[in-house]
């Protein structure tokens, strides 16, 4: 049996503790078994990882389709963590040790490192990490299948509103990866929703 608890934790990256290797054979399996509930729910499983211990921790990372903007509420989060809690119960390979739930989503602190990560992560404020040149820090404009197209910010004298430069198309084989920058507000743009990029209901 389970205790299934939905998490709440903005720079949580759902790789379980530092001590815990982040995957293994045992993952791997319950991976297998809950994909197919979690895709049956919209959603996309990122990971899953075992925290080991005499009460086991399943800790299970789900976000949403790479199509879609914005972040797993928190009844998306509790929804989610009854059906898997549901279908662990009922695993038939379990070997009857108990097992804590964990169920949360990336926070704006995941990097982005697979072209996912990019769509999801559209209209936000970025900083890029190029491989063999200058870094880019500027709002993603698009995504596709080559890389990348970045408007990078141009510095100015303090007090002074930021500039925006010629758009930047960067290709997924130069970016070494990328982090979300925290905005706490922006005004709508380019027909993207307004957003909330500071810690949210994002867990």
Do not use: C
């Not at 939905?6 to 293994?24: E, K, L």
Request: avoid cysteine.
């Amino acid at each position: 049996m389970s205790n299934a608890e939905a998490t709440a934790s903005p720079d949580h990256t759902g790789t379980g503790s530092g001590s815990a290797p982040a995957h293994n054979p045992e993952a791997a399996r319950l991976r297998a078994l809950l994909e197919p509930a979690v895709q049956a729910n919209r959603l996309y499983l990122e990971d899953v990882a075992i925290i080991p211990g005499s009460h086991r921790v399943v800790h299970v990372v789900v976000d949403l389709p790479q199509e879609e903007t914005g972040g797993v509420s928190l009844d998306v989060i509790a929804d989610i963590s009854r059906v898997l809690s549901d279908v662990l119960d009922n695993d038939p390979n379990d070997d009857g040790r108990p097992y804590d739930l964990e169920v949360s989503s990336p926070g704006v602190g995941r990097p982005l490192t697979e072209p996912r990560h990019w769509h999801r992560a559209r209209g936000r404020m970025v900083k890029v990490n190029v491989i063999q040149g200058e870094n880019v820090t500027g709002r993603i404009h698009a995504v596709d299948g080559g890389g990348v197209t970045v408007i990078p910010e141009v510095p100015v004298k303090k007090g002074m509103k930021p500039r925006q430069g010629d758009p930047v198309k960067l290709p997924f084989d130069r970016i070494r990866n990328g982090k979300v920058e925290i905005e706490f507000s922006r005004l709508p743009e380019d027909g993207l929703e307004p957003e909330h990029n500071g810690p949210s209901e994002e867990a």
